[in-house]
């Protein structure tokens, strides 16, 4: 059971997924930051020197693999081994995957990212779920208490592209990803502390389990049409979040890229490695993130339904890529690298488009699911991330292909496109969603 404690007007659990999440991400995004310039880095300098087309195949592969295994992973958690042993064994799991890839063996490097998209798969979805058990089903902090773990998600990413980025591109490649693999070290053992935090909600969870498989064997009750309805709002939704995610998720592909070849690396006569740039997102995150969950609890009645956010999110990440056409064009015309701030400008306006999609789609799964498949769901939700980033390690391939202004004008539009149609698609999915918001 809790201790009864509060944490920022939320359980006391929260603090310890909070955490939990927050040393995963370190972990994943630390890794991130430097793995594409890893593989495309010559061999003189200690990379693997791929193409950029095949680095950011594997890249795309791989990001795709490490959401896409969600899916077996909230299966896992709700048939076998629950979500605290899940998120448990996938951390395990994934500080093992780190730790390979700080092996100087290219075998190692692939045993690496394969154990991480293992170890992800059980993690991600679960620990996500675990917050949902935190919260009563019409409890109003839910989804601020998403925002917050949210928040916790980007702290990780801010600060371990500081620590493993200067480490790789200026020390060792592999000292980078043994710094990651200590942080998820730090996470697990955090999350064991921190178990009693989380034990109420779990066991009200396994409650609802017991007590639906208890009405379905006395009355062959399956799935009513209202919960079909819900979960079909999840497989709508799902496209949208893919578009979403295919344009957000270049910022570890050919964003990076354009940081490291077409931005200039210094500010205020500071000179920085380009994987920095990775902790900019973040950085902003972490800022907007409680004005963003004060927001949704200040304008109560009046704040805009799951779809209606979505659609922001769209629209968000459609402007940025706009915003940076005549960056590119600036950079490829002249052969120049062109100032940090089209950077900047770009991660600011994903920043608010991530925060009206994200942390809102994990608390509508957990609202819309049946209690005894929200692992599963979550999954689910998570292989829209997992197409995403395949997207985007695809439209990344077309990095020294295509006239950048062609190609991010191409990512703009379509996710400009996909969030007009879904502003004409709220009013019925919310007639769908039968009264959850």
Request: with cysteine; aromatic share 14%; hydrophobic share 50%.
């Amino acid at each position: 059971m809790t201790d009864g404690k509060q944490w920022f007007g939320h359980p006391r659990g929260l603090a310890t997924l909070f955490f939990t999440e927050m040393w995963e991400r370190f972990s994943y995004y630390g890794m991130r930051a430097i793995l594409l310039l890893y593989m495309v880095a010559p061999a003189t300098s200690g990379g693997l020197g791929l193409t950029t087309e095949r680095g950011a195949s594997i890249y795309g592969w791989y990001t795709m693999g490490v959401y896409a295994m969600s899916i077996p992973g909230g299966w896992i958690a709700d048939k076998f081994l629950g979500l605290y042993r899940s998120v448990l064994l996938g951390g395990v799991i994934i500080a093992l995957g780190h730790f390979s890839m700080a092996s100087s063996s290219q075998q190692m490097f692939f045993v690496g990212l394969i154990l991480i998209v293992i170890g992800t798969g059980l993690l991600k979805p679960n620990v996500s779920g675990i917050v949902g058990t935190l919260y009563d089903r019409d409890d109003k902090r839910r989804d601020a208490g998403f925002s917050i773990f949210y928040m916790g998600i980007n702290l990780g990413a801010f600060i371990s592209p500081l620590i493993c980025g200067p480490l790789a591109q200026r020390v060792n490649w592999h000292w980078g990803f043994a710094a990651a693999g200590f942080g998820m070290t730090i996470g697990v053992i955090q999350y064991v502390l921190g178990r009693r935090h989380i034990a109420e909600g779990l066991a009200r969870h396994a409650a609802e389990r017991t007590e639906e498989a208890r009405v379905e064997a006395e009355h062959r009750v399956t799935f009513t049409p209202q919960e079909w309805r819900r979960i079909s709002v999840i497989g709508i939704l799902f496209v949208f979040s893919m578009l979403f995610w295919g344009a957000f998720e270049q910022a570890g592909s050919s964003l990076n890229l354009f940081a490291d070849r077409l931005t200039r690396l210094d500010f205020a006569g500071i000179n920085f490695p380009s994987s920095t740039f990775q902790s900019v997102q973040p950085m902003f995150v972490i800022i907007f993130s409680p004005i963003f969950a004060l927001l949704w609890l200040r304008l109560g009645s009046r704040e805009p339904s799951s779809p209606t956010k979505f659609a922001f999110g769209l629209l968000l990440v459609g402007l940025s890529f706009l915003l940076l056409v005549p960056g590119a064009a600036i950079a490829q015309k002249y052969g120049i690298r062109v100032s940090p701030m089209w950077l900047i400008g770009v991660y600011l306006l994903q920043t608010w488009g991530e925060l009206c999609l994200s942390p809102v789609g994990l608390s509508m799964v957990t609202k819309l699911s049946p209690p005894k498949i929200v692992g599963l769901m979550m999954g689910v939700w998570f292989l829209s991330l997992a197409l995403g980033n395949k997207l985007g390690g695809y439209a990344a391939g077309f990095f020294d292909r295509l006239p950048l202004p062609t190609l991010f004008g191409a990512v703009a539009a379509t996710t400009l496109a996909a969030g007009l149609i879904l502003v004409t698609l709220v009013k019925p999915i919310k007639r769908l969603m039968g009264g959850v918001h």
